[in-house]
């Protein structure tokens, strides 16, 4: 799976990974220095959460939505803190049915809300950073930040595909293993069991391999980031 897909939040700068190449024949030394300048830059492992506040409702919590699951936990490692919304006012029939069984649960969007915001201690977390992500369909979205929970280095490159032209310059597909320096506090349990990929990628460190399409652009290789 590329990590772009799901690992790295890709900052749609150009200038990054660049590398001098005499020829379009990549070599060990090559791609080493274009993959390491490549992380160097976008190595970022982060979670998808662009925008904050994040609120949490009675819906999210029945269906097990991530933040649902993981936004407890957060807080409880004091990155994030909670308010309460206030209820939304009922009307017509659904007001009288609230009022003549006060015990009843709630509709879903009458029961509360949780806000969830990020302490000074998560701030130190939230990269702003221009950055492009893959959504649906692959189409690429940018944001402005994400809250980011590691830094990935290159251990080593493994191999590259032989170069071929795509939309007018030549690319290869290289593969490789890397090192992570994660947040102290992923190393708690239960942030390994509701953020699964940043367990998998802390527990890949130096054998699962991650892959990067670079293209030969000006005698240069650069990374083909989302939506270039």
């Not at 206030?86 to 009458?110: D, M, N, R, W, Y």
Request: with cysteine; net charge neutral.
């Amino acid at each position: 799976m590329k990590p772009s897909a799901w690992m790295f939040a890709l900052a749609a700068c150009a200038s990054a990974g660049l590398l001098q190449a005499g020829t379009g024949t990549p070599s060990q030394r090559m791609m080493s220095k274009s993959v390491r300048r490549y992380l160097d830059e976008h190595g970022d492992l982060c979670v998808g959460k662009f925008a904050w506040p994040r609120d949490v409702t009675e819906e999210d919590r029945q269906s097990g939505s991530n933040d649902a699951l993981q936004m407890p936990v957060l807080e409880r490692l004091g990155l994030v803190e909670s308010t309460q919304l206030p209820v939304a006012h009922a009307t017509g029939t659904a007001a009288e049915a609230i009022g003549a069984q006060s015990s009843a649960p709630l509709p879903a969007q009458l029961a509360p809300t949780k806000r969830y915001s990020l302490t000074p201690k998560g701030r130190q977390y939230y990269l702003q950073k221009r950055m492009t992500s893959l959504g649906a369909h692959e189409q690429p979205s940018d944001h402005d930040g994400d809250f980011c929970v590691a830094h990935v280095s290159l251990d080593k490159v493994v191999k590259w595909t032989p170069p071929e032209r795509v939309n007018g310059h030549l690319q290869t597909e290289v593969a490789f293993t890397y090192h992570i320096k994660p947040a102290d506090w992923t190393a708690d349990p239960e942030v390994r069991k509701v953020f699964p990929r940043v367990d998998m990628a802390i527990r890949g460190e130096g054998s699962l391999q991650l892959n990067e399409t670079f293209a030969l652009e000006d005698g240069r290789w650069v990374p083909v980031l989302p939506g270039r």
